[in-house]
């Protein structure tokens, strides 16, 4: 009979006691330790193997004797899942994808096993019947014959079936229901989180099968379980978006096999998520022309560029404080601007009231919008309006000058695709830079006030 005890769990960070402590020594939180059955009997052979001889243990290469092998990657129908993990899916990755409850990740990973036509693909569901996973497939539409269903939380079970059906791609949801034998804790708890993720792992290394674990967060935004979930996995994918905009943001928060500043745009639909190819049409809002506080700003995201609408509010502050609020932009560096703006513009900010909205709930935090930014807050201060195709693209320094941005030819080949006429830069910028041919005008300042004379004409 197998041996048990009882130990007390971290269940922030994973870290182990002997008995229970207030504060945990490894990441200074409190009252995180709960007691849990751990089992140290003998382990069982992983059900997935096949019989076979002894196996071959690993022995240290020198790390020029080091084969190059070039990475094999499962390519998909989905453009903007590819572009998140690097250019497709890796053989023998293992992925975790997260997000709030509703938000789209089983639609997401659905949506992927339906269209992996000539893939057999394993969607395991530890939350869904299989009637469930039927009927919300026949809403997006079942394109294959090679996706496979199974409601099922003990890995025991999961890897004997995964020896049966022998598939190309295993998709988890989610892996806080998955419990293993191993361990007699509670599913969902730190062990068991821990040790069934071990496991699939071990399954995705050892057998080259691509692996995606869609995984809960919690209600301060990241991922539950322990820390040390995040490291074990290759990749991190964050689902994002708000409730009230069809849009949803996957976003890289870790890839080892790519770019971590990557993101994907979905429209959330009856039928599922379509892939929107062209953000920049749907972070630009119709306006009329004579609206003041609006400013169009060019940013990059990865390899992607995007022009991003800035709206800006100000008005007299009713309270003796004034307030400061911004949705999608740093809180800190809105307040940064509007000091830069008081001291070198002149403008007086500290009896108004400035709320900033970044348009279509994407959040962006590059320094090149803060051209955009200013220009936003100069209009609505002055109740002018800007034209609606003059865009910028620049860093605001706290001496008031313009500075250089990276990758400024493809910020102008954006605006110029989308119909603007004019683009506002860093004079910095402009070394170097071929315009020929170009149907948009550039206009390089190296000042902040020569903006806003050139502005307010």
Not at 126 to 138: D, L, P, T
Request: hydrophobic letters at 35%; proline letters at 3%.
């Amino acid at each position: 009979m197998a041996k048990t005890k009882s130990v007390f769990i971290c269940q922030n960070c994973g870290a182990t006691s002997a008995k229970w402590i207030g504060k945990c020594p490894s990441c200074n939180e409190w009252n995180t330790y709960t007691e849990e059955v751990v089992s140290k009997g003998k382990k069982e052979e992983d059900s997935w193997r096949e019989e076979s001889g002894p196996s071959v243990r690993p022995k240290p290469i020198n790390i020029r004797e080091v084969e190059n092998s070039s990475e094999e990657r499962l390519v998909t129908y989905d453009k903007e899942l590819n572009r998140v993990l690097g250019g497709g899916i890796v053989a023998g990755s293992l992925v975790l994808i997260g997000g709030e409850p509703g938000i789209g990740k089983s639609t997401l990973m659905l949506q992927l096993a339906l269209a992996a036509r000539k893939k057999k693909v394993l969607y395991v569901s530890g939350e869904e019947s299989q009637q469930q996973i039927k009927m919300r497939a026949e809403r997006i539409g079942i394109q294959t014959d090679q996706c496979f269903v199974l409601s099922e939380t003990n890995t025991q079970n999961i890897f004997s079936q995964i020896k049966n059906v022998k598939p190309d791609l295993l998709i988890v949801d989610s892996i806080q229901t998955l419990h293993t034998e191993r361990i007699e804790s509670a599913a969902g708890s730190v062990s068991q989180v821990r040790e069934c993720t071990g496991e699939l792992m071990k399954f995705a290394k050892e057998t080259q099968t691509p692996v995606f674990l869609i995984g809960h967060i919690t209600k301060e935004g990241s991922i539950a379980g322990p820390k040390v979930l995040e490291h074990m996995v290759d990749t991190v994918l964050q689902f994002e978006g708000d409730r009230h905009l069809s849009y949803r943001i996957l976003r890289t928060v870790k890839n080892r096999f790519g770019s971590t500043s990557e993101l994907g745009i979905y429209e959330m639909q009856t039928e599922g998520l379509r892939q929107v190819s062209n953000p920049s049409e749907i972070l630009i809002s119709q306006k009329a022309d004579d609206l003041t506080g609006i400013a169009i700003g060019a940013t990059i995201e990865g390899n992607r560029p995007l022009l991003i609408e800035i709206q800006s509010l100000v008005s007299s502050a009713t309270y003796g404080t004034p307030q400061r609020s911004s949705t999608g932009f740093d809180a800190k560096r809105l307040n940064m601007l509007l000091a830069l703006l008081e001291k070198r513009g002149g403008l007086r900010f500290g009896a108004q009231d400035v709320f900033l909205n970044v348009a279509g709930g994407i959040r962006i935090d590059e320094p090149a919008l803060d051209l955009a930014v200013c220009a936003s807050l100069v209009s609505a201060y002055h109740d002018i309006s800007i034209s609606d195709k003059v865009a910028f693209a620049a860093e605001v320094g706290l001496g008031g000058e313009i500075r250089a941005v990276n990758r400024i030819e493809s910020r102008i080949a954006e605006a110029e695709k989308l119909g603007f006429t004019e683009i506002y830069i860093s004079k910095f910028n402009t070394k170097g830079l071929d315009l020929k041919g170009r149907n948009v005008t550039v206009k390089p300042f190296a000042k902040l006030k020569e903006v806003f004379e050139d502005l307010m004409g």
